[in-house]
């Protein structure tokens, strides 16, 4: 079953009016086409200034049925899992309180489940198979422009299934964000710290991230979207053009990708595909594409890891595979990928330095240490990739115990000064310290492999006394975790 | 694909075009602007009007219509009732404290 636009209205106003403790309404500035008001729904425990935030947009394309319901349907199950302290569990998929919680807390979940409510109200009274919003295209006797070639960055470029013609399902409107449903997603981007993005699509069972309209490359960085002209209504001039993504932009996007592959592959077995937006067809003016390229195309902005998924299989013809009579474990996969993809942008450094010292100073200092040090050698790249695959598990153990969530802060403050001071030495005490905090989580954790991880930091730690503060970054960079001094 | 409620496009194709390789189907269906959706094995599969077709088949590709379908609202029996969304709403958030109201 699926519910009508009305209906998610109703959900909408209904959970932010019950539960104003977890959900915001927030009715975004334009209406639609047709003069339907558009809302979402902010989703966080606690109170506090903007965290970073995870938005998830579903009903772009209007006939793609499922997601506005998947979405609202995991407000719904976080709200019940946070409140009544349970698991979430899909099929072999388990999301614990813990991490719930740890989602709550630490995030701000933008929640615009239906962009389209023309769109997906003509699917239910006239056509189940339209794609677009319901835009009178004057001139022409064709209706709609397709949402999902609407945004900027590379507009109107007709590479692969983009089009300049009003009467194309695949039309990219007239100008770039000439649509009020387009410039809504904007307006979340533009206003709020979104970090991590998701344009939730049917059918085909992929994760899909940056490019669309080109191969993506990590060697040539002069090679940028930015330099090419949009709104030609003709192809990438440049044969054989491929676009670039800083290396370590691809691993995240492919690292948590794949993490996102792996839960959904958990609830029932699905084997989804974590592949650049090209390997689906080329496109342009692609929401997932914006809200990665907007930082490319303007620095003072927020980077954003925009990703597309393109939730359900192939059931055998075009409107069964788009809205299935019975969606139910199309909508669990759907919702273990948002989860996931939420959990992926909790930062555990970013959320102990704002929760306990209130400020971002050290945050920004370790930032620069990861992104423009550690993260250019391989050694220096597992020691990230170590951080990584544990903090959310860690950051879980260290926010439920207040003395541990200060003995954090404090450490993260005593890095920044380190950091912050060329000539500053690492002194036993800090060794002593940090590695009594290592040891502490490591017997909260129980998890041998979680040990095994920390014991690598506390061998490092180890001969960090005595260091100043670059030496220390540079042993990180040659020795990855695990490796014993001086082997080879 | 031309949907117009105005026009006469009653009637929908559902087909896989082919041609030498892949890349040249893929390259006539984007040049037409053809409303192409995933294809499980995949193939080049696209929804077409009746319209559609003779432009189609004058690049010289091969196109297999699989399905033909009436173009029709979501069949209704697909559609949520409003008392059931807003009961199952009621009964999923159940003995959770309310702290406002609607």
């Known amino acids: 079953m699926y519910n009508t636009v009305a209906q998610i209205d109703s959900a909408i106003n209904l959970l932010s009016g019950w539960f104003p403790q977890y959900f915001t309404k927030i009715p975004l500035p334009n209406a639609s086409v047709q003069r339907r008001p558009i809302s979402a729904l902010r989703m966080r425990f606690g109170a506090g200034p903007e965290r970073r935030g995870v938005l998830l947009v579903g009903g772009t394309h209007a006939r793609e049925l499922m997601n506005p319901d998947a979405i609202i349907d995991l407000a719904v199950d976080l709200l019940r899992s946070h409140a009544n302290g349970t698991d979430i569990v899909y099929g072999g998929f388990r999301f614990t309180h813990a991490q719930v919680d740890l989602v709550l807390r630490a995030l701000d979940l933008w929640l615009l489940p239906c962009l389209n409510p023309d769109g997906r109200i003509y699917v239910m009274t006239a056509d189940d198979m339209w794609r677009k919003n319901r835009r009178d ?62 344009d939730v699509h049917s059918y085909s069972e992929l994760v899909l991230y940056p490019w669309g309209h080109a191969p993506t490359q990590t060697v040539d960085s002069t090679k940028r979207f930015t330099t090419l002209p949009s709104g030609t209504c003709a192809p990438i001039a440049q044969a054989g053009y491929k676009e670039y993504m800083p290396p370590r932009d691809l691993l995240r996007f492919q690292t948590v990708g794949q993490r996102i592959v792996d839960a959904v592959q958990s609830v029932r077995g699905r084997v989804y595909t974590n592949e650049p937006s090209i390997g689906l067809y080329p496109t342009t003016g692609t929401a997932g594409d914006y809200a990665y390229a907007r930082h490319i195309a303007d620095p003072r902005l927020r980077k954003t890891y925009g990703y597309t998924f393109e939730t359900g299989p192939w059931l055998g013809s075009g409107p069964e595979s788009f809205h299935p009579a019975d969606p139910t474990l199309i909508k669990r996969d759907a919702k273990a990928a948002m989860l996931t993809l939420a959990l992926q942008c909790v930062c555990a450094i970013e959320l102990i330095g704002w929760n306990v010292l209130a400020r971002d100073r050290e945050i920004s200092l370790l930032r620069t240490v990861r992104d423009e040090l550690l ?99 540079e042993i990180l960079m040659k020795e990855p975790p695990g490796k014993k001094p001086g082997a080879t | 694909m031309k949907r117009d409620p105005k026009g006469n496009s009653d009637i929908r194709f559902e087909a896989t075009v082919h041609a030498k390789g892949k890349a040249a189907a893929s390259r006539v269906v984007a040049n037409l602007d053809l409303d192409r959706i995933p294809d499980p094995k995949g193939h080049v599969r696209v929804l077409l009007t009746a319209d559609d077709l003779a432009p189609l088949l004058e690049q010289g590709v091969e196109v297999r219509i699989v399905q033909a379908y009436p173009v029709k609202p979501l069949d209704p029996s697909l559609i949520e009732d409003d008392e059931a969304a807003k009961a199952k709403l009621e009964e999923q958030t159940r003995g959770i404290k309310r702290e406002g109201r609607p």
């Open chain 1, 137 to 198: 295209n004057p001139g022409t006797s064709c209706d709609g422009v397709d949402l999902n070639r609407n945004y900027g960055g590379l507009w109107g470029v007709t590479q692969g299934q983009t089009s300049c013609a009003a009467c194309s399902d695949v039309f990219c409107g007239p100008k770039a964000f000439s649509e009020p449903e387009t410039k809504n997603v904007k307006v979340l981007l533009d206003q709020h710290s979104i970090c991590c993005f998701a």
């Open chain 1, 375 to 473: 993260a250019t050698t391989e050694a220096g790249g597992q020691w990230i990739d170590l951080f990584d695959r544990r903090q959310h598990q860690l950051l879980a153990l260290i926010l439920s115990d207040e003395r541990l969530e200060k003995e954090a802060g404090a450490l993260l403050e005593r890095a920044g000064k380190l950091l912050e001071d060329d000539k500053a030495e690492v002194l036993e005490k800090d060794v002593t310290r940090a590695e009594a905090f290592l040891r502490k989580l490591a017997e909260r954790s129980g998890d041998k492999e979680v040990e095994r991880d920390l014991r690598s930091v506390s061998s490092v730690m180890a001969r960090l006394a005595g260091r100043r503060s670059r030496e220390t970054i």
